[in-house]
């Protein structure tokens, strides 16, 4: 593994195209990918839809260390993921004898084929735990297959997390101003310049009617970063400007 | 252009990547897209590295009737959307005269070199209208380069929209139902081998503790939907399920 850890998310259902659906795993994934180490560096919703989820999944396990997929893992024909994947794989979809075990005693009685259609994995998969529901996430290789329910799969991720071999989690350092982007943009550039290692974004936000702009440094390395917001610190007094309270 | 009218979003943004930034933008995109009669297929996400968005972009230009990029073409070192997009097109960046006089009008005295950034574009590329903050999107070919910021990416969007040349736009049916997902899936998946031209999901909810589906049909053909609408409703009924309100 190279010494950043990459991953991408694919997010698979026609629900957050068609905006009926608004995403929420994106952010959840990125902020504790970044935790563990690994930076989120690419992410593709796509529709439930064969022709184009293989491709694309062929394409991004190739070129990311670690690819978690999101959605369509249910119980209902339209849920194709495992298929996909497979696919992606060349390999045949199995009953897991472990995830049918799993189904068989969380449901009892009222287990149902469409409800063991979720035991389906591609050969050789390992289970990732779901102890919101049972129906369990898939490891394959590099590729995680989680649910598409924010709840669970958040659970899945954490059950998966302690496994994954990240490297420096990125520390940030935000300041937001009572400036404008365009008032700060020429020395913000200038010091981009001098710590091309530390990654500087800004971004304008409104509070009570004025503008403001959110300055943010972000780094593996502690003291370039301390050292990097003390000059922004610095141009931002220069430039008359009033450092505000950080709004979560 | 297919009879099936195509579109694509790329995200650009470091800050939706890090799970600083929710996404709002795609949601929106989907749904008023699809009013238009354009059909949202992919969405990438991506961070602000050329390296990343000129392949990609180069690659979605072809395959879709649209591509809609949001963020990264405000005034700071950091957005460079418009050098992405003039290079995915091979065309030099140059200063639009009409932005140009549109940002001076606008910022009077503040005008500085820094908002004179956003007066930049690929050689050729007309304008898109911002009655917001007036800094205009831009339209190049079959791609639209649109704000981050929602509230002037929706008004950016909303001036290009009546020159979109869309086909028959998706009309869906929802039927939120008291029952859980597997109890439907057998149902559901033999009306969908009936109605192969009606696109048909299931979405599971929560609501006081007990879970539902939300059955969703869509189609471009009105009498195709409410056919298949009908079974449904019969479906629900011999399965015994109640039919709920449906939630926003």
């Given amino acids: ?33 970044n935790d563990c180490g690994v930076r989120l560096l690419e992410v ?5 839809l064969e022709s184009a989820i293989v491709p694309a999944l062929r ?3 190739a070129r990311y260390d670690y690819v978690f997929t999101t959605g369509g893992i249910g119980p209902t024909h339209d849920d194709i993921t495992v ?27 009222r287990i149902n084929p469409a409800r063991l259609r979720m035991a389906r994995a591609p050969e050789g998969a390992s289970l990732v735990e779901n102890p919101v529901s049972r129906a369990p996430g898939l490891r394959i ?12 799969m958040q659970a899945q991720f954490e059950a998966a997390a302690p496994e994954l071999s990240g490297g420096t989690p990125l520390q940030s350092f935000t300041l937001p101003v ?9 020395g913000l550039e200038a010091l981009q310049g001098r710590y091309p290692d530390v990654e500087m974004g800004s971004y304008p936000y409104q509070r009570d009617g004025r503008y403001g702009t ?17 000059e922004l610190r610095d141009l931002v ?3 008359g400007g009033v450092v505000e309270q950080e709004v979560a």
């Fill in 237 to 239: 007094a220069e430039l």
């Fill in 44 to 48: 593709r919703v796509l529709p439930d």
């Fill in 1 to 33: 593994m190279s010494p950043v850890v990459t991953a991408a998310v694919m997010v698979i259902g026609n629900e957050i195209l068609s905006g009926r659906t608004q995403d929420a795993n994106v952010a959840y994934l990125g902020r504790r990918l």
């Fill in 83 to 109: 298929d996909c994947v497979a696919k992606a794989f060349e390999r045949p979809v199995v009953e897991h004898p472990e995830a049918r075990r799993l189904l068989e005693d969380y449901y009892g009685e």
């Fill in 59 to 61: 394409e991004m396990k």
């Fill in 214 to 230: 959110a300055l943010v440094l972000r780094s593996a390395d502690p003291g370039r970063l301390e050292a990097a917001a003390g």
């Fill in 178 to 186: 009572a400036l404008a982007e365009s008032v700060v943009a020429p």
């Fill in 141 to 152: 290789e590099n590729v995680y297959v989680l649910a598409g329910v924010p709840k669970i």
